[in-house]
């Protein structure tokens, strides 16, 4: 049975909304996508205009948004009245309900509710955490060691993230527990998001072991809740802050269910993202010897000999370049979804209740238009006035409107204060001939990352785990 299209209007000065080559009866465009995701949505932009409709599912069309100012109208202007899309339905379904996934006044009322875990003062107290937690893991490279640092980076953004959310309120043992069940929560996702839904319904291993896994999460963050609803004092830490959070139109605290939804989103929304973007800066460093000197210097300059600090987060301009244009080259987002919920004008076209939209953040900032060289990495091009020179919606690191990253100044803070502190202690050295490219899953990650640890040549000494802890 062919599947019901229905009609998208143009207006006179509208051209027809072109379908992507590829497409073929009852599969779509999956055989290119499976073939080169990221490479077939980089092609349309430049063999297509500002949308062009692609089909990811039998039956369901998607609309790819292209331009710029259209993205930002997408997010922006019209932000309020759409829904998240399939990718973020699919994420509620695996994780709960959260303000990751939450659209329209709920998501409103979700973003002012958890504000407070995200304020500059809660974000301060969590560097010390954060900086402990990359020194445990430099104590355990050798020099000399051949690293996997992609996997290093998400074990390393993972304990971050927990410590930061659960410094106070578990034990040790507890901790790694939590820790290899969100491991394994974490790459279950982005398989099933990607998956057709009936896959995940076969009593299959993988399924066991996710469906196992969220559930000893939401139990041991269930039992520290009520552990903390016993002691009656707060911990500290974020999970101690989303207790007392407070819905300003009810009163109402969070439920224990969604408290859970709210870490297990955070922890797959953030560790994956975050640890992709240390990756990419460390493979970087270790590509352009003049950038690492550059960054080592200021270090230097600005730390001297104490540990990074969160004041110090904005006292250091040029790594923070670095950390800007990996977000520009590297970034992590695939396909960012939305959905009509009524029918919607888009520039010219008028687009029917139930379209499908998205565009994809890794395209568009590779975009030649608006970055000269775009594959050429250099924090400089960010010296000068670029970012306020860029069409609206040309760059969005952590996306824009109503629904615009709520963790992205934690994000930033544990990108600086790991790269700080990392590349104070150890550089890392790449194989002759060595490239690293991407591959897009549930979010764009590199490939295997294997390194060479060494110790830096002007450090004296490795810090030890316990460095300005």
């Known amino acids: 049975m062919t599947p019901r299209r229905e009609h998208i209007l143009v207006t006179a000065a509208a051209p027809p909304i072109p379908k992507a080559a590829g497409w073929l009866p009852l599969v779509g465009h999956a055989i290119p996508l499976l073939r080169d995701n990221l490479g077939f949505i980089a092609s349309l932009r430049e063999a297509h205009g500002p949308v062009v409709e ?24 019209l932000g309020p009245d759409l829904d998240k899309g399939r990718f973020f339905d699919k994420m509620g379904q695996l994780l709960g309900d959260s303000v990751v996934t939450a659209a329209g006044r709920v998501h409103t009322r979700k973003r002012r509710q958890l504000q407070p875990a995200f304020t500059h003062t809660e974000i301060a107290s969590y560097v010390d955490t954060m900086r ?3 020194n445990l ?24 993230l927990a410590k930061t959310v659960f410094s106070g309120s578990l034990d040790e043992e507890t901790f790694r527990r939590l820790r290899a069940d969100l491991s394994v929560v974490m790459s279950g996702v982005g398989t099933r998001i990607m998956m057709p839904d009936w896959v995940e ?14 559930d000893a999460v939401r139990a041991t963050i269930s039992n520290a809740v009520d552990e903390l609803k016993a002691s009656e004092h707060a911990t500290g830490d974020m999970l101690s802050m989303l207790l007392h959070a407070e819905d300003e139109e009810t009163g109402e605290q969070l439920s224990e269910h969604q408290i859970c939804s709210e870490i297990l989103t955070l922890a797959v929304a953030g560790t994956e993202t975050t640890a992709s973007v240390l990756s990419w800066v460390l493979y970087e460093l270790a590509r352009s010897r003049d950038i690492e000197d550059r960054v080592h210097t200021e270090l230097d300059e600005v730390l001297g000999d104490h540990p990074v600090t969160f ?51 890794h395209a568009l ?16 091009r960010w010296l000068d006035d670029t970012q306020t020179r860029l069409s ?43 490239t690293v490219r991407p591959v897009a899953l549930a979010t764009v990650r590199p490939r295997p990352m294997q390194m060479t640890v060494r110790l830096r040549e002007s450090s004296s000494r490795k810090p030890s785990a316990t460095t300005g802890s």
């Open 365 to 380: 900032h590779r975009d030649p238009q608006h970055f000269p060289d775009p594959l050429r990495f250099d924090p400089d």
């Open 311 to 361: 004041d110090d987060l904005t006292q250091l301009p040029y790594l923070n370049r670095v950390i800007t244009e990996a977000l520009r080259l590297h970034h992590t987002g695939w396909l960012v979804t939305r959905r009509t919920i009524t029918e919607t004008r888009l520039g010219p076209w008028t687009l029917p209740a139930g379209t499908e939209l998205a565009y994809c953040q």
């Open 392 to 434: 609206p919606g040309a760059f969005l690191p952590f996306g824009a409107g109503k629904h615009k990253c709520i963790g992205d100044r934690l994000a930033l803070t544990e990108l600086i204060t790991a790269i700080a502190t990392i590349t104070r202690a150890v550089r890392f050295e790449l194989a002759p001939g060595q």
């Open 201 to 214: 319904r076969l009593p299959l291993p993988f399924n066991r072991r996710f469906n196992d896994a969220r």
């Open 137 to 160: 893991a430099i104590g355990g490279w050798t020099p000399g060691q051949t690293l996997d640092v992609r996997e290093a980076m998400v074990g390393l953004s993972l304990d971050m």
């Open 132 to 134: 402990e937690q990359v």
């Open 54 to 77: 692609i089909q990811l599912q039998p039956g369901q069309r998607t609309i790819i948004v292209q331009d710029p100012e259209l993205i930002r109208t997408m997010l922006v202007t």
